[in-house]
């Protein structure tokens, strides 16, 4: 049997389906070689020879391919088609040759589908073809690029900007996206403007609602009506005018439906759609599309199969009418920058199966497929007709002008099954306007005018960064996932309800890397890197003339850093950061003083943790500390020696940052007195809010509630491990939330100590599932649960820890099942009730009872097979 290999263990399930028994499908897990994480491996002194190594769980696999060999040497390479999948199948080649499991005769060919269905595998098999040198070779010139970058410069930060954990090629690259838009955000200062909207009737009774849009004869900008004087100016020359329709335009108009899905589209779509992180979009498209459902996912291409538009068309003849067809297919042209792997669409494999037809039992795989199949479904009908209606309106004099604006869909066309989502919340025209006619009065019934402030822009959302870094042409959109888990993993960026927050230790890695290494996070620079790339991977350059020109200049800028003592990077750094961090005063002072002794110089410091923070030159002498940015933010945040919440009794009352989150203190540790009081801050409580009495009620518990009426045992109130709770001896009841500990009285506490003590309802509520699975093949409901040590994966009476290197919201059905049967098959065996031994004559001599030690408990089953990793 010819040997077929692929990277998963359920992609080869799926297409040995379609082989039979003809083929023996294995799978390699991905890639099987990489270059060792030290000095040497991209030996920049002979010509940028580049050492590979097998890991240790890829030893098994290539072993495993090598024996099935011995049986018959025809090696057919199955893995994605893309640059990655051409990469992997030259390591398999390689290794394979080095265990002379291959020999020069040995036929090994290489075969690509875009979508795993029989029709598509069994076309690939017909047509063989060899390992795409030129797709390799762009594979080699990105890897050495990436090992050469991390590999020097990350060092580089080590040392000289202390808490830096690594910079990389196309990561340094994408966080300077994100710090720049933050900078953006600093910067902006609001501008106020006004606009007025007038309520009007016509002679029918309709009401609708018009803008004034000119003033005076000449039309206004947007901010003409700079303050309330001018808006209310305004509203007096609409209200002391009569009003009629000086005109009436209707115009025809189209909306088309967006292009089919690529890797970066997906991404954006759901992450609007349904909030989903770009590594738990791609998470679950690799498992649509190793079940069959899509086509490749890692894709920049939009254009669609031939036979896939036609299916397309007879889906929506069927499924909609023929009102919803085109009388000719649409084409799409990808208008990516760098568009280099031109791959079908993302795309349905079957035009005529929905989601609900499938009954997909993941949400996440479910919600991604309902989305793909629409999108595709949608590109291919026709045009959305409607009608944009304009009236204008105005005094005879002409000094005022008011206009409405609406729209109504006259034929809904793709908008029946999807409509694309927005980044931002610009809505459309209103809807249709009553109808009127030139020269008709109006009746004003309100004239309001309101104020309005220029918003900064936002932070960058997944989506949107995606969008950004795809404009720019900086990395690929199979890279996107892994870049920005990346930023967020090395603490560089936040999340926070969506939007990406740089973090101190990423703003400054981002201010040295432009200062040092200017050009190396240039956005131009990057994109035309790509480029060269590009010319590879078609076979019109050569990988290490790009590398050879590449290392002449990175090589030198690495030699000027040599020399950099830490307090030269920071005193650069203080100087090209001080628009931010100190920022001109009103009153001309300057913005470096220390505010507390008056004669210390401000300056950025960076504390062991990798953060920075603004203290004073007169230190320990002046202790005074705020955090890293604008000084407005001092407030809002917790300086490395504390924030003075005020003072107490002579002690000082400090908010603190610690190893298990904000805490409060009495005094300073002395010698005397090595740990002062504290107190943690609960979850609810944010730190930027927190004040000097709350603070105090912290330190002062528990708190005595009072003595219990039946023994006069004290009743306490505190903050324990598992949340708020009162305390009467030895009994224990939890309370609803924090405040209950501070403002809890005696009845109600004796009520929920007596509901503790009768097992009622003083029980904690069940938990709520984190996500919902679906149903086990025998019966029951699978869930993810929070747990106290972590979420985990409940079946019935089964509770399977969750692997940390599973994300718990992109875990999936198939994996949950194998959790489970592992933690099955471990569960011990219950045992037989021990019997009473009958009883025997006394012995003469007392024998040593024997013992025996229970057979050892096998190790955990194996674990849940890897997905390839991302390009």
Request: hydrophobic fraction near 40%; charge should be neutral.
């Amino acid at each position: 049997m010819p040997v077929v290999v692929v990277e998963s263990p359920a992609k080869a399930k799926t297409i040995n389906k379609y082989l039979g028994s003809d083929y023996q499908v294995l799978a390699s897990y991905g890639h099987v070689r990489d270059l060792p994480p030290k000095d040497g491996s991209v030996d920049t002194d002979h010509d940028f020879t580049m050492k590979w190594e097998v890991d240790a769980d890829s030893k098994k696999h290539i072993k495993a391919i090598a024996d099935a060999l011995k049986s018959d040497p025809n090696l057919i390479l199955a893995t994605d088609p893309d640059r990655e999948g051409e990469a992997i199948s030259w390591h398999l080649v390689e290794a394979l040759t080095d265990r002379k499991a291959i020999k020069k005769d040995t036929p090994v060919s290489r075969v690509v589908f875009n979508a795993i269905t029989k029709s598509a595998v069994t076309e690939a098999m017909q047509n063989p073809r060899q390992v795409d040198t030129p797709l390799v070779d762009a594979y080699l010139a990105r890897r050495a690029l990436d090992y050469l970058v991390g590999f020097n410069l990350s060092p580089v930060l080590w040392r000289k900007l202390p808490g830096a954990k690594s910079a990389g090629r196309v990561q340094s690259v994408c966080l300077r996206v994100i710090v720049d838009r933050e900078v953006e955000i600093e910067k902006f200062r609001a501008q106020e403007y006004w606009s007025v909207s007038v309520e009007m009737e016509t002679p029918r009774g309709q009401i609708f609602t018009a803008r004034l849009v000119a003033l005076a004869g000449k039309k206004l900008d947007k901010f003409d009506l700079g303050n309330q004087v001018a808006a209310e100016m305004a509203v007096q020359a609409v209200s002391s005018r009569a009003l009629a329709v000086q005109g009436v335009e209707a115009k025809p108009a189209q909306r088309h439906p967006s292009a089919p899905f690529m890797t970066s589209t997906l991404q954006q779509e759901a992450s609007r759609k349904f909030g989903m992180g770009a590594k738990a979009t791609m998470s679950a498209a690799q498992r649509l599309y190793e079940a069959g459902l899509i086509t490749y996912m890692r894709t920049d291409g939009i254009d669609m199969a031939p036979e896939a538009v036609a299916a397309a068309r007879d889906a929506i003849r069927e499924k909609f009418g023929a009102d919803y067809l085109p009388a000719s297919p649409r084409m799409y042209k990808n208008k990516a920058k760098n568009a280099q792997e031109a791959h079908e669409c993302i795309r349905p494999t079957d035009m005529m199966r929905s989601a609900e037809q499938l009954k997909i039992t993941d949400s996440d795989q479910r919600k991604l497929y309902d989305l793909i199949y629409k999108r595709t479904i949608a590109s291919q009908m026709a045009a959305a007709r409607l009608e944009r209606t304009t009236i204008d309106i105005g005094p005879a004099d002409g000094q005022v002008g008011l206009r409405a604006t609406g729209q109504v869909v006259l034929f809904d066309g793709f908008l029946a099954i999807y409509e694309e989502g927005r980044d931002d919340s610009t809505d459309e025209d209103e809807g249709r306007l009553p109808q009127m006619m030139q020269g008709e009065a109006l009746k004003k019934l309100a004239v309001t005018p309101e104020q309005h402030f220029t918003q900064a822009p936002p932070r960058y959302t997944e989506a949107t960064l995606v969008k950004r870094m795809e404009e720019l042409g900086i990395g690929r959109p199979s890279t996107y996932a892994s870049i920005v888990t990346t930023i967020q993993d090395r603490g560089y960026v936040e999340k926070d309800k969506g939007r990406l927050i740089p973090q101190d230790k990423g703003r400054l890695v981002t201010a040295f890397l432009e200062n040092y290494f200017p050009r190396y996070v240039e956005y131009d620079f990057t994109a035309d890197l790509e480029d060269q790339l590009d010319k590879v991977s078609s076979g019109d350059a050569d990988y290490k003339d790009v590398l050879r020109r590449f290392w002449h200049d990175f090589s030198a800028a690495l030699g000027e850093t040599t020399e950099l003592r830490i307090t030269e990077v920071l005193d650069k750094l203080n100087e090209v950061l001080a628009p931010v961090i100190f920022p001109p005063k009103p009153d001309g002072s300057d913005p470096r003083a220390c505010p507390n002794c008056g004669t210390g110089h401000l300056s950025m410091r960076t504390a062991r943790t990798g953060g920075a923070f603004i203290g004073c030159s007169n230190y320990p002498e002046c202790r005074f500390t705020r955090p890293f940015g604008p000084p407005e933010l001092a407030n809002d945040a917790i300086g490395p020696d504390g924030r003075l919440l005020g003072h107490d009794e002579g002690d000082a009352i400090t908010l603190r940052d610690g190893r298990f989150g904000p805490y409060v203190q009495r005094g300073e540790a002395t010698e005397e007195v090595p740990k002062p009081p504290r107190a943690s801050l609960p979850k609810t409580w944010p730190a930027s809010e927190l004040t000097l009495e709350k603070a105090l009620d912290l330190l002062n518990l528990p708190r005595q509630v009072g003595p219990h009426p039946e023994d006069g045992v004290m009743i306490e109130a505190g903050l324990g491990r598992f949340g708020p709770f009162i305390k009467h001896g030895t009994t224990y009841a939890n309370l609803k939330s924090v405040d209950d500990v501070f403002d809890i009285g005696m009845n109600h506490a004796v009520e929920l100590l007596a509901q503790k003590l009768a097992g009622g309802r003083g029980r904690a509520a069940a938990a709520k599932p984190l996500k919902e699975l679906g149903d086990h093949p025998d019966g029951g409901a699978i869930a993810v649960m929070p747990g106290r040590y972590g979420p985990y994966v409940k079946w019935e009476k089964v509770n399977a820890t969750i692997p940390k290197e599973i994300e718990p919201e992109a875990i999936t059905l198939e994996q949950a099942l194998e959790l489970i049967a592992a933690k099955a098959a471990k569960k011990p065996v219950k045992k037989a009730a021990k019997k009473p031994a009958a009883k025997k004559p006394a012995a003469k001599t007392a024998t040593k009872a024997k013992t025996t030690k229970a057979a050892p408990r096998k190790t955990a089953a194996k674990k849940a097979a890897e997905a390839p990793s991302e390009d």
